[in-house]
């Protein structure tokens, strides 16, 4: 099994995903995690 974090740019914050192949086959899960530039609070910066 192979399994790769991959990011998508979506409106200035960016997404994050899993791709995995699991006998032969391409499955993509999304983690609903995102990634902002500039954070402007403390919570958001950590």
Known sequence: MK???RQRNQGG???LYLDYYHKGKRKT???N???E???KT???RT
């Open 29 to 31: 899960e999304y983690l």
């Open 33 to 35: 995690l995102y990634l």
């Open 3 to 5: 399994v790769t974090l």
């Open 13 to 15: 914050k960016t997404s």
């Open 42 to 44: 403390k919570e958001k």
């Open 37 to 39: 530039p500039n954070p």
